[in-house]
């Protein structure tokens, strides 16, 4: 299979050592704005895996010269900012070539769908989010729901950490901008039946991870996997869907100190006379960080998705979890650069494979065959559990959750 | 009484404040308050019946213009220009009292010294609360000593006020992240030497309502004043620690570790950035965006600390002089700025009424009468007290050092 892959940063390097790493991945074409980052990822890749990545110069924003250089490809993993993706698209309508990205932080994913009738009648695929999450996580969602009537809700929970070492002042696991954009906008959630908009980091509550993250408090975000499911398990009866994230107190206390003073903020301001924005003085002072030859890499993501429905008439919990930690085929690599960046790769090779036959624009929950995924993911050390949660005797939930809290007649 | 005040920022307004108020300063007095910005300083002229005037420093003519006639200048603009409006005065014939050169300057003016005592003049330089009531604090332990072997200098900042602003910025947040990223200099073994920025990090336990906290090396004038000023008493230790409020500091230390302390542009998008300014410029913005309603009433302190260590008699002796700020009750300034903005205009009227009579450009520790200086202070709500500690069993601190030191 000959793959382009858009987008060389933290999440690019993961699915190009995915991609080369693969038997059936033939050429890759790994296109940056920065030619020296694509140059350096390439030639990460093709010492350990022979040459198959090459390096070229690409400005996304440059239509032609885009599909240009798509054409011909069997398909395009788009790793660069999700502002893009409808853009990117586009030109893989134009070159005929099949389309994945990572996520669209639910308001492009919105947009993104509206192009399903151009792809399927193009006979081409877009997967839209088919990175960690949303991606591995809408898949889980699906193992679920396969095994359900009806479902009533689906909640997805994300907990990070970070135990490795640096020298450096600060250090993430996936675009500031992103995660600044997380951090702003107000989170949409799928609550009785409608989309609503609430208030920035509302919703907190403790959630149980599994070890090594144990509890972490955690609040509604906006995500895209709340763009598609709910759509999706409409007919199985679906009514609410929200998405909650968890950081360290460290972490958050660093964004919301940057998102208060406004380093955080996209919007232009006027520094003696230059007009930029800050979020990208964040970012670059960031990468101007001296690399620390003694660093560790030690860090964790757990994704646990939640489906609750029924059985024959009863009610049963699915609980889908895994801990995404750094991997032995790629020390370099983050474990959350590993799954994120790491789906998109795997889930092309099942592509090629013939394992994924939809057209048009299909989320991931709507065409991956989950047991083939999971087995890839498998082969990565993602390993997913699932956790089948019923009442024996009685279908007398409210009563059960009762006896959990310590005050259980308090309303 | 001619004096003439540049700049009407922060620390000119307070000077004018103090000037102004018949009971602390009385006599009669002709005051022009300057700024480059004019309606800045007719707004505070106005507001006490002095005169104003524009006046920009960096031009030599308008600053000549605006100070000629002066009997003491006083500088309270940003310290680049603290040189040119010395050598002004010198042309104009006026003594000449500045807030610091935080270091590097400082060394810079201490070359105009014969020019200003062949005319006759003085200039006292670095004269807030440190630079400044630090130096004459030192001056008064140094004088109950024969021999002088260390003068250190630390200064804490606590922040009370009950806030939900996520950054406050006690002073110039310029000098602040300055104070986290230049180099800082202390006196080792006689000579002015470099330490890592940050470095020297020490516990130190300060009066209430400070109490105990972490202290680190920041460049700052004192080592190269005490070193000078001292230097014939024997002095080969100076330095100058600072300790600000500890969620204050991580922040900024946090954000100079990143890079935003730095004015070496970098490319964004093509266009060079300078992150410090991007930095400032953010900050200001939400500084001006804060809404501070729902906060509490200011409530800061600052605790200046000198420590001097030398002989008397024969005997060891380690002097400590202290001073401990709050918020104004009477005109509600932070300690922060009280304790800078309030000494220049206590040492402009020592001056006119003779009671600075060395000549030359000096240190506030050279020049200034302690305990005249210390009185004014309490009037202003800033006691000064001192702590001396004297070996009984002997004649120095050798065997107690020793009890001391030894790992727990």
Known sequence: ?????????????????????????????????????????????????????????????????????????????????????????????????????????????????????????????????????????????????????????????????????????????????????????????????????????????????????????????????????????????????????GFTEQMFNTLKLFSDIGLGGKDEIDVSGTKVSPIKVLKKLMEL???????????????????????????????????CRPVKEWPELMGAQVYIGGAPSWTAQMLGRGLITGKGVLPPEVCIPPEEFFREAAKREIYITATKDEVLGTDDWEAVMRKKKVNQWEA | MRLVILGAGIQGSIVLTDLCDPILSPGEKDITICDYNFPKAKKMADKFGVKAAMCDVTNHDLLIESISGADVVLNCVQYNWNVEIMRACLEVKAHYIDLGGLF?????????????????????????????????????AASRLDTVAEAHATCACGDFTKTNAVIGIPYSLLTVMEEHTLEPFILKGGKLIAVPSGSGQEVIDFPQPIGPATAFYCIHSEPAQFARSFKDKGIKEASFKLSLPEEFEERIRFLADLGFATETRVIVDGVAVNPLKTLVTVVNQYLDQYDGSQDGELND????????????????????????????????????????????????????????????????????????????????????????????????????????????
Not at chain 1, 306 to 320: A, F, I, R, S
């Open chain 2, 301 to 408: 302190c600052d605790v200046l600390r000198a420590v001097v260590r030398g002989e008397k008699d024969g005997v060891e002796k380690e002097i400590m002089v202290e001073s401990v700020i709050r918020t104004s009750t009477k005109w509600g300034f932070m300690a922060g700025a009280l304790d800078t903005g309030v000494p220049p205009s206590i040492v402009a009227q020592m001056i006119y009424n003779g009671l600075v009579t060395a000549r030359g450009a000096l240190s506030p520790e050279q020049c200034i009468p302690p305990i005249p200086y210390f009185k004014e202070l309490e009037k202003r709500e800033m006691p000064v007290y001192v702590v001396e500690k004297s070996p009984l069993s002997s004649n120095d601190f050798t065997s107690l050092n020793i009890v001391m030191n030894r790992s727990k």
């Open chain 1, 1 to 245: 299979m000959r793959a382009v892959l858009l987008g060389a940063g933290l999440q690019g390097i993961a699915t190009a050592l995915d991609l080369a790493w693969s038997k059936d991945v033939t050429e890759v074409l790994l296109g940056d704005m920065d030619i020296k980052r694509a140059e350096y990822v390439a030639e990460l890749c093709n010492k350990k895996y022979g040459k198959k990545v090459t390096a070229v110069k690409c400005d996304i924003k440059n239509s032609a010269a885009l599909v240009a250089m798509i054409k011909g490809y069997d398909v395009v993993i788009n790793d660069v900012n999700y502002y893009f993706n409808c853009h990117v698209m586009e030109a893989c309508l134009k070159a005929q070539v099949n389309y994945l990205d990572i996520g669209g932080l639910y308001v492009e994913t919105k947009k993104q769908m509206e192009y399903d009738q151009q792809f399927k009648a193009a006979g081409l695929l877009a997967i839209p989010g088919i990175g960690g999450t949303p991606g591995v996580t809408n898949v889980c969602a699906a193992w679920a729901a396969e095994r359900l009537d009806t479902i009533e809700e689906i909640n997805f929970y994300c907990g990070c950490d970070d135990w490795g070492k640096t020298s450096k002042a600060f250090a993430v696991t996936y675009a500031i901008d992103t995660i600044m954009d997380e951090f702003h906008m107000e989170p949409i959630q799928f609550l009785n039946n409608e989309y609503v908009k609430l208030p920035v980091h509302s919703g907190a509550s403790d959630v149980q991870y599994t070890q090594p993250i144990g509890t972490q408090n955690s609040y509604y975000i906006m995500h895209s996997e709340i763009a598609t499911i709910p759509e999706v398990y409409k007919d199985k009866g679906i009514k609410n869907c929200t998405f909650k994230i």
């Open chain 2, 104 to 140: 590097h300057v400082t060394r810079k003016q201490f070359e105009l010294h014969d020019e200003f005592v062949k005319a006759g003049l003085t200039a006292v330089l670095g004269m807030g609360s440190t630079p400044g009531t630090m130096n004459v604090m030192a001056g008064y």
């Open chain 1, 289 to 323: 960080q001296p690399e620390d030859p003694n660093e560790t890499i030690n860090d964790c993501d757990v994704i646990l998705t939640e489906v609750k429905g029924k059985k024959d008439g009863k009610q049963v919990v699915y609980k889908l979890e895994a801990a």
